[in-house]
């Protein structure tokens, strides 16, 4: 008899199911969403709550529309993506700019592909890029300390100055891990970021491969890139960098996501370096959000050719139906 105890398992089911992953999703956000409102006020509660609105409304209107169904349960999907798209705004954003950004990662990123779960490529992300590459005037200027106003909402409907980052050298450590110096709403406290990161991992909502990968590799490039940008390095520019960049807040959660990642962890280390390796290269030549999402969109359209591939040569060791009940 046989002591081979792997068996043909078609169909395997989880608790892990969509409306799980994304409520999981909703809550690993709250702490970044949380600092957000306590740094910019009321302009960062009526960016997301208009954000995550409109991304709801676009979705229901296009299914409607195409009379697709969206699944026999209350997709939070679009309350998730207009939530991370509104993160990484800046906090004077005007909302005709938001809405933009909506319509189009609602719309042609995600309704056409067929809706939650069928994306290829990250809603937030490549709305957040579009407008970035459309129209950077759009992106409003960061407010702090004495320009900053918890009650400040006329930014939301006047144009004002273009975005200009500061030099971030000049802010001690506490308060780029706190995320107390000008940034984008929701990408500038390394420790909420962590906290969300740490949440999503124990609740098991988030691979680890493609973070953890990009991270070292942005660590290992970052003095090639600033020789050839700067003509010098300094260690303390590095953690500049990282904490202040927005680069963990990407790792965490556009690398991080289910759907537009590989799920195996070859191909997850490797759309990890990848995207590392592109991020530092086009760092010197792009402004820094054009350097960091571009890359994430471009190892997204690479996600299912690098899994078709890993599955393939894992087949030469194991048959892919079969699952060891050891």
């Given at each position: 008899?046989?002591?081979?105890?792997?068996?043909?398992?078609?169909?395997?089911?989880?608790?892990?199911?969509?409306?799980?992953?994304?409520?999981?999703?909703?809550?690993?956000?709250?702490?970044?969403?949380?600092?957000?409102?306590?740094?910019?006020?009321?302009?960062?509660?009526?960016?997301?709550?208009?954000?995550?609105?409109?991304?709801?409304?676009?979705?229901?209107?296009?299914?409607?529309?195409?009379?697709?169904?969206?699944?026999?349960?209350?997709?939070?999907?679009?309350?998730?993506?207009?939530?991370?798209?509104?993160?990484?705004?800046?906090?004077?954003?005007?909302?005709?700019?938001?809405?933009?950004?909506?319509?189009?990662?609602?719309?042609?990123?995600?309704?056409?592909?067929?809706?939650?779960?069928?994306?290829?490529?990250?809603?937030?992300?490549?709305?957040?890029?579009?407008?970035?590459?459309?129209?950077?005037?759009?992106?409003?200027?960061?407010?702090?300390?004495?320009?900053?106003?918890?009650?400040?909402?006329?930014?939301?409907?006047?144009?004002?100055?273009?975005?200009?980052?500061?030099?971030?050298?000049?802010?001690?450590?506490?308060?780029?891990?706190?995320?107390?110096?000008?940034?984008?709403?929701?990408?500038?406290?390394?420790?909420?970021?962590?906290?969300?990161?740490?949440?999503?991992?124990?609740?098991?909502?988030?691979?680890?491969?493609?973070?953890?990968?990009?991270?070292?590799?942005?660590?290992?490039?970052?003095?090639?890139?600033?020789?050839?940008?700067?003509?010098?390095?300094?260690?303390?520019?590095?953690?500049?960098?990282?904490?202040?960049?927005?680069?963990?807040?990407?790792?965490?959660?556009?690398?991080?996501?289910?759907?537009?990642?590989?799920?195996?962890?070859?191909?997850?280390?490797?759309?990890?370096?990848?995207?590392?390796?592109?991020?530092?290269?086009?760092k010197p030549f792009l402004s820094p959000m054009v350097s960091l999402l571009a890359p994430v969109l471009a190892v997204n359209f690479l996600s299912f050719v690098l899994d078709f591939?890993?599955?393939?040569?894992?087949?030469?060791?194991?048959?892919?139906r079969e699952v060891d009940l050891s």
């Open positions: 008899m046989s002591k081979d105890k792997r068996q043909l398992a078609p169909f395997i089911h989880t608790e892990k199911n969509a409306p799980y992953i994304y409520m999981t999703l909703l809550a690993s956000l709250v702490p970044c969403t949380v600092c957000g409102i306590f740094y910019y006020g009321i302009r960062a509660i009526v960016l997301i709550l208009f954000c995550m609105l409109a991304f709801t409304l676009s979705d229901n209107f296009c299914v409607r529309v195409t009379r697709r169904r969206s699944g026999d349960y209350f997709d939070l999907s679009s309350l998730v993506e207009g939530l991370l798209l509104a993160l990484m705004l800046p906090p004077n954003t005007t909302l005709i700019s938001a809405l933009v950004a909506v319509l189009f990662a609602s719309v042609i990123t995600k309704q056409v592909f067929g809706g939650a779960g069928s994306n290829i490529i990250n809603p937030a992300c490549s709305g957040r890029l579009f407008i970035e590459l459309v129209s950077p005037s759009w992106m409003q200027g960061f407010s702090y300390r004495e320009d900053n106003s918890w009650f400040s909402v006329i930014s939301l409907v006047v144009q004002g100055e273009p975005a200009k980052y500061k030099d971030y050298s000049n802010f001690t450590f506490s308060e780029l891990i706190t995320g107390n110096y000008p940034g984008l709403i929701g990408t500038a406290c390394l420790a909420c970021i962590v906290i969300g990161g740490l949440f999503l991992t124990l609740k098991g909502t988030m691979r680890l491969y493609s973070p953890v990968s990009y991270l070292i590799t942005l660590i290992s490039f970052y003095p090639i890139s600033m020789l050839i940008e700067t003509r010098t390095f300094t260690f303390d520019g590095f953690i500049v960098y990282l904490l202040s960049s927005g680069a963990v807040f990407v790792a965490v959660f556009l690398l991080g996501d289910l759907t537009t990642m590989p799920s195996r962890f070859t191909a997850g280390v490797f759309a990890g370096v990848v995207c590392g390796i592109l991020t530092m290269a086009t591939f890993s599955k393939t040569l894992s087949r030469r060791k194991v048959r892919s």
